[in-house]
C-alpha cells in the first residue's frame, strides 16, 4: 500500500460574487483576479507543503496540470516536479500529467519526463492525460482530435524511450526526420505510466492494454469509483490478466483532527469553498470530447459530483472527502480500499482555501495516526 500527497496548488481567494458573476472558475474566470505577489506567497508555500511530506513519510508527491483556472494554479507541473526532484532524495514525483494533445511539438513532453528521472535518479512517474474538457475551450485544440492525438503522442514519446535515435516518425498529426531527444530517462524501460481517469472506456480500455496504471478522479460519490474500477477490472480480463493493486489509485480528499466534530469545524468551510467556487466551469464538455458510449457512461454518474452535493451528510455518505478522527478516517479508508482493491492512494491534504497551519496538521495526524495502521491491515498490497 502507497501513500501519495497529492496538491492542486488552488487559488484561495475566489469570491461567491465573482462566481455568481461569471458562473465558472475556469476559462473565462479573469485573471485580473490574480495578485503575483499573493501567488508567490503561496506557489512557495505549496511547494513547502509537498516537500514536507517526504519528512512526514509518504511514498510520493503528486503535481498536476491544468490551465486558465483558479481551481488549480499549475498550468506548468513540470516546472514544479523539477524542484521537488532536486529538493528531495526519496519520494516517487508523480505527474498525473500532461496533457499530450495540448503539447506540439510532444517530444518536449519526452524531453522534460526524461530531465525529471534523470534529476530525481529514477523517481519518476510519468502520467500522460488527454486533458480535461475545459483545456479544449482554453488551447482550441479540436476536441474530436484529442483522443487520436493523444494515442499518436503517446507512441512517439515512448519510441523515443525506448529506441535508440535517431529515427524518422511520419503519424497523422506529428511528423519528425529526425527523433533523437537528449537525454533518455534513467528507468528502462521508461518511467511507470498513471493515467487517470473519470469513467471513459476508452480510456480504461487503453490502460489495461498497455498494463499501465489507472487513477480514479476525486469529486464523484464513492458508488462512480466502484463503478469505474470494475469496469478496469473488466477490461484487464479483457486482455488476459487480473488487474494488480498497484495499477489502481484513488484520489480522495482527506482531514483529520481529534475528533469528529473538531474535524468538520476545521474543514467544512474550505471543503465548500472547493465545491462551490472552484469547481463551478469543470463540468463543460466540448462537443466531440467523448464517444457516445463513454458520454453515456459519464452521464450516468450525473447528480454524483461533489457540485451536486448539498449538505454535510451528502459529502459523509457519498465519501466525497473522508473527514474525521484518526480512527474515523482509518476504517472508512481502510472499507473503501478493500471494496475498491486500490493499492495507491492519492491523498489531498490540502483543500480549496484550507490555511497553511490546518494542512500541517492535518498532513502530521495523517501520517503519523492513520498511514501506519493502513499499512498494516493491508501489507500485500
Known amino acids: 500500500m502507497k501513500f501519495f500527497f497529492f496538491h492542486l496548488m488552488p487559488w484561495p481567494h475566489v469570491s461567491s460574487e465573482s462566481i455568481d458573476k461569471h458562473g465558472s472558475a475556469w476559462v473565462w474566470y479573469p485573471n485580473s483576479y490574480y495578485d503575483p505577489k499573493e501567488g508567490s506567497l503561496l506557489y512557495n508555500r505549496y511547494l513547502d507543503e509537498l516537500q514536507y511530506a517526504e519528512e512526514a513519510g509518504f511514498d510520493g508527491v503528486c503535481v498536476n496540470e491544468h490551465h486558465q483556472n483558479a481551481y488549480g494554479t499549475m498550468p506548468s507541473p513540470n516546472l514544479f516536479a523539477a524542484t521537488l526532484a532536486r529538493n528531495t532524495e ?4 508523480a505527474v498525473i500529467g500532461n496533457a499530450l494533445p495540448l503539447y506540439n511539438p510532444p517530444l518536449r513532453v519526452a524531453e522534460e519526463f526524461a530531465i525529471l528521472d534523470v534529476i530525481s535518479e529514477g523517481r519518476l512517474i510519468a502520467g500522460m492525460v488527454v486533458g480535461g474538457p475545459p483545456e479544449y475551450y482554453s488551447f482550441r485544440i479540436n476536441p474530436a482530435e484529442a483522443r487520436e492525438r493523444f494515442s499518436e503522442a503517446h507512441d ?4 523515443s524511450w525506448t529506441e535508440d535515435g535517431p529515427f524518422p516518425f511520419n503519424g497523422k498529426y506529428y511528423r519528425y526526420q529526425w527523433v533523437n531527444p537528449w537525454p533518455k530517462p534513467m528507468q528502462k524501460p521508461h518511467p511507470p505510466i498513471w493515467i487517470p481517469g473519470i469513467g471513459s472506456l ?6 489495461a492494454k498497455k498494463r499501465y496504471s489507472y487513477m480514479g478522479i476525486p469529486y464523484f460519490h464513492i458508488r462512480v469509483f466502484e463503478r469505474n474500477f470494475k469496469a478496469f477490472d473488466e477490461a484487464c480480463e479483457r486482455e488476459g490478466y487480473k ?6 489509485g484513488w484520489l480522495v480528499p482527506v482531514y483529520v483532527a481529534e475528533s469528529d466534530s473538531k474535524a468538520r469545524e476545521e474543514y467544512e468551510e474550505h471543503l465548500w469553498y472547493f465545491a462551490k467556487r472552484l469547481l463551478p466551469g469543470i463540468d463543460i464538455y466540448p462537443p466531440g470530447y467523448t464517444s ?3 458520454a453515456i457512461r459519464i452521464l450516468q454518474a450525473r447528480g454524483d459530483f461533489m457540485l451536486d452535493a448539498k449538505d454535510w451528510d451528502d459529502i459523509d455518505s457519498g465519501a466525497y472527502a473522508i473527514v474525521g478522527s484518526p480512527d474515523t478516517v482509518r476504517d472508512k479508508m481502510a472499507h473503501y480500499i478493500e471494496k475498491l482493491g486500490v493499492g495507491n492512494v492519492l491523498c489531498l491534504l490540502q483543500l480549496g482555501s484550507l490555511p497553511a497551519d490546518l494542512t ?7 501520517a503519523a495516526e492513520v498511514m501506519p495502521h493502513l499499512r498494516k491491515d493491508f501489507p500485500d498490497l
Open 90 to 93: 526519496r519520494v516517487k514525483i
Open 156 to 159: 512517439l514519446i515512448l519510441r
Open 360 to 366: 500541517r496538521k492535518n498532513t502530521d495526524m495523517f
Open 243 to 248: 488487474a494488480d493493486p498497484e495499477q489502481k
Open 202 to 207: 476508452e480510456t480504461m480500455e487503453f490502460v
Open 292 to 294: 457516445p458510449k463513454s
